[in-house]
């Protein structure tokens, strides 16, 4: 009896992290596919399709194409004619116009994009209604209304940030040490910018929370309300991540903020241990993070690959292919390093709790 609890415990503990190994492997397959179904159309030939890295668990070919799961679920890739070496074949990618080109190497990204979308639209269709942005009551003695907000203010902006969502609030409303910000708002019609508005704080893991001391009012849901939020909360999930690496480079946060696939799969395993409502808006975050990300104009990135285009596309001529696999060689290398302290650091996070 024992035995089979023990066996019982080891699976409660170890599903959410299966879970997050194979949604992780889901967005990896929401990236590729991208690629490929832009290369089918274009017209370039596609010579393994493959999830996963090291030895194959699976290889079938179809057509021209070989499909492939590795054993290491750590990545994957559309390897195309051409891609990275010159060919002689018509169907291969690096004879093709840069404008075809552009819109294989963009669609990794926008697929992930997309799909963060999608996922934003089913967490939200169970919802009765929605939250705004306009405050409906305070709590007893706010100190927010004491120094300047009012109900029926409708919040603009936090610092100069542009608000769309309660999401954007609760983002705008971390590390701000003294507890003082200046707030734009909408008052009889009329914006209105309020100085120092103060919030009491608290601090968990280097980083210090505002306390919101408000209410906003809720939105019905309609069909076009259920629209606007999707929108609305896919734009502040990008500017969310955006302004993250904005002040992720200006010093706001540390390196101990940052996660690898250690600490993505640890947090989406996580979430997966309380409730799939808990796991969604994570994924549809991630997807989006990993389109963002991959659009930077960084070596061996999708954006650091459509910079070379672009060059391409404004100059005439292509940049020697030798010289630019140097550049993407020296930036995977660099990307290699950095993740692999990312991971290390993930891991002792993991350890020492």
Not at 21 to 27: A, E, P, Q, S, Y
């Amino acid at each position: 009896m024992s035995n089979i609890t023990a066996i019982i415990s080891f699976f409660s503990n170890v599903w959410p992290y299966v879970v997050a190994v194979l949604l992780f492997l889901l967005l990896i397959l929401v990236h590729e596919l991208g690629h490929f179904l832009a290369a089918k159309c274009m017209g370039v030939r596609v010579n393994e399709f493959s999830i996963g890295f090291g030895p194959k668990i699976f290889k079938k070919k179809w057509g021209e194409t070989t499909y492939a799961l590795g054993l290491v679920p750590l990545g994957g890739y559309c390897a195309m004619e051409g891609e990275d070496e010159e060919s002689a074949d018509s169907k291969a990618f690096c004879n093709k116009k840069p404008w075809r080109r552009f819109i294989i190497v963009i669609m990794g990204a926008t697929f992930n994009i997309l799909f963060g979308f999608i996922l934003i639209g089913i967490i939200l269709a169970p919802e009765k209604r929605f939250t705004t942005t306009t405050i409906a009551e305070f709590h007893e003695n706010a100190l927010s209304e004491q120094t300047g907000l009012r109900v029926d203010d409708k919040i603009i902006k936090v610092d100069g940030r542009r608000i769309y969502t309660t999401y954007d609030l609760s983002y705008a409303f971390t590390n701000i040490d003294d507890g003082k910000i200046d707030i734009l708002v909408q008052r009889n019609n009329k914006k209105v910018l309020l100085k120092d508005v103060t919030f009491s704080t608290e601090k968990e893991k280097d980083i210090t929370y505002l306390n919101v001391d408000f209410y906003v009012y809720p939105q019905e849901k309609t069909v076009f309300s259920f629209e606007g939020q999707t929108a609305k909360t896919a734009v502040s999930y990008c500017a969310v991540i955006w302004r993250s690496l904005l002040d992720l480079i200006g010093g706001k946060y540390g390196i101990s903020a940052m996660s690898g696939p250690v600490g993505v799969t640890a947090a989406i395993g996580s979430a997966a241990k309380q409730s799939l409502r808990n796991l969604l808006p994570i994924m549809a975050l991630i997807a989006i993070n990993l389109g963002i990300m991959n659009l930077l104009p960084i070596p061996a990135l999708d954006g650091g690959r459509l910079v070379f285009i672009l060059f391409e596309m404004i100059v005439g001529k292509p940049v020697p292919q030798d010289k630019e696999a140097i550049v993407h060689t020296i930036g995977f290398i660099v990307l290699i390093v950095f993740m692999l302290l990312i991971t290390a650091k993930d891991i002792f996070t993991l350890i020492t709790g």
